[in-house]
C-alpha cells in the first residue's frame, strides 16, 4: 500500500488514468452546455474493470468528491445478459451505487465512454428528421443515430444492436435524449466530444427582453424571484421556444424536474387576481413563464431543476420554428416518471444542502408535485 505522497510522485497506469477520468469528467461537467447537475456520466475500463460514475454524482465535482465505482465488467456483462438490474445488484455492496446507464458503458468495447446532455445535440436529436439532418454534419465520422429507448438495459440493447454490425462506431446521438462519444484514452475521446460539438454547434436565437413590469407582479409573493441567468427569460419571451414547449416532453429530464406541462400563463393572469394560484400551498411550479414577459423562479427551485430549466432554455433556443419535432408519447414519460426510467431522476442533493436526507426528500416531493400541478397553472382559465 502507498502512501499519499508515493502516490502523487509515483503514480501507477491506473491512477493516472482514473486521475484524467476525474479531470475530463470535472471539465465536461461544468460545461452546462453539456451537462445539467446530475445527468451525464463517464467511465473507463481498465484491466477488467469498469470505473463509471455513481448515481446522482455531479460530473461537475469529480475533483472534489469519489464519484467512481468499480465493477467486474465480466460480472456487469453477465447481467446484462441475464436481465438483472445493475444499480440494485452492486448498491449492497457500496455506498456509490452505479449510474443507471452503465449497461451502455459496458457494452461500448472503447475504454473510455462519455456521455454528455449536450444542447446542441438535443436540439437535433428532437427533430424527426434527425437522422437526415446529421448525415452531413457527421460526415466521416463514425456515427450512429440510436432512436429514443428508456434508459438502462433498453438503451444498452438498442446500441449494441447498432453496433454490432459497425464495431468502428465511437459516436452515437440518443434520440431525444443527448450524445455518447468514446475513445481509446480520455484525451481521445474527450477531441472527440469536442469535434462533434463544433459540427452540430448550433446559434442560439435572439429573444425580446423580459417586462419587468409584469414579472414584478409575481415578486410581489415572496415564494417567486426573478432569474438570475438572463437566458431563462426566452422561455416566456420568444414566441418559438413556447410554441416548442407547449408541444409537450421533449425529453426525459424536462419531464423529471420541470414537469410534464409546461408552467407558461398569459399576462392577463398575473395582472388579474388568478396571481394567487401562483402562490398556492401545496403545489407551485419550480418555475413560471409569463407569455411575452419572462420567467420567474419559485424560490424553492432546486440548483439541479434550475440546471435543467438553463438546459432547456438552450434547447429551445437553438430549436428552429420549421423543424417537426418528436416528443415523447404518453408512455414513455410515464415510464420516466414511475420507475425513474432515466439517469437524472437519481438522488440529488444540493450544494447548499448536501448530506442531508431531509433535503433529499423534499426534493423528491418538489418533483412530484411539479409534475403533478404544472397543468394547473399553466392552464388555468386567465
Ligand atoms: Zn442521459
Not at 67 to 80: C, H, N, R
Not at 343 to 359: F, I, L, Q, R
Request: charged share 25%; proline share 5%; with cysteine.
Amino acid at each position: 500500500m502507498k502512501n499519499a505522497s508515493q502516490t502523487k510522485l509515483f503514480p501507477t497506469r491506473q491512477e493516472r488514468e482514473l486521475a484524467s477520468l476525474r479531470d475530463l469528467s470535472a471539465r465536461v461537467g461544468s460545461d452546462p452546455l453539456l451537462v445539467q447537475a446530475s445527468n451525464g456520466n463517464t467511465s473507463i475500463k481498465l484491466d477488467g474493470i469498469l470505473w463509471i460514475k455513481a448515481s446522482g454524482k455531479w460530473l461537475a465535482r469529480a475533483m472534489q468528491e469519489e464519484m467512481l465505482v468499480p465493477l467486474e465488467l465480466a460480472e456487469v456483462k453477465e447481467s446484462i445478459r441475464t436481465g438483472a438490474e445493475i444499480a440494485s445488484r452492486y448498491a449492497q455492496r457500496d455506498e456509490l451505487k452505479p449510474s443507471i446507464e452503465t449497461a451502455m458503458h459496458a457494452l461500448l468495447r472503447h475504454r473510455v465512454v462519455i456521455h454528455v446532455h449536450s444542447v446542441n445535440t438535443i436540439a437535433w436529436a428532437i427533430r424527426l428528421d434527425a437522422p437526415e439532418q446529421l448525415k452531413d454534419r457527421l460526415t466521416g465520422l463514425h456515427w450512429q443515430w440510436i432512436p429514443y429507448a428508456a434508459s438502462g438495459i433498453s438503451l444498452a440493447q438498442e446500441i449494441e444492436k447498432a453496433v454490432a454490425s459497425a464495431p468502428e462506431t465511437d459516436v452515437l446521438i440518443l434520440g431525444n435524449h443527448g450524445l455518447v462519444v468514446c475513445g481509446q484514452d480520455c484525451h481521445t475521446a474527450e477531441k472527440l466530444l469536442r469535434e462533434v460539438e463544433r459540427r452540430l454547434a448550433i446559434v442560439p436565437r435572439r429573444f425580446p427582453k423580459p417586462d419587468a413590469t409584469v414579472l414584478a407582479l409575481i415578486a410581489r409573493f415572496s415564494k417567486w424571484q426573478f432569474p438570475d441567468v438572463g437566458s431563462l427569460h426566452a422561455l416566456g419571451t420568444d414566441a418559438v421556444s413556447r410554441k416548442v414547449l407547449k408541444g409537450g416532453v421533449l425529453y426525459p429530464c424536462q419531464a423529471i424536474f420541470l414537469g410534464q406541462i409546461m408552467p407558461l400563463v398569459p399576462p392577463a393572469v398575473v395582472i388579474s387576481k388568478s396571481t394567487e394560484s401562483l402562490n398556492d400551498k401545496g403545489g407551485t411550479p419550480p418555475f413560471v413563464a409569463v407569455e411575452r414577459s419572462g420567467v420567474m423562479l419559485n424560490e424553492k427551485i432546486t440548483s439541479a431543476a434550475r440546471a435543467n430549466l438553463i438546459g432547456l432554455a438552450q434547447v429551445t433556443l437553438r430549436t428552429d420554428e420549421s423543424a417537426r419535432l418528436r416528443y415523447l408519447n404518453e408512455a414513455e414519460v410515464a415510464d420516466v416518471l414511475s420507475k425513474g426510467a432515466h439517469g437524472c431522476k437519481e438522488p440529488v442533493v444540493t450544494e447548499e444542502k448536501a448530506n442531508s436526507s431531509a433535503d433529499t426528500k423534499e426534493l423528491d416531493e418538489e418533483r412530484t408535485a411539479s409534475a403533478a400541478t404544472a397543468s394547473t397553472v399553466a392552464l388555468g382559465p386567465a
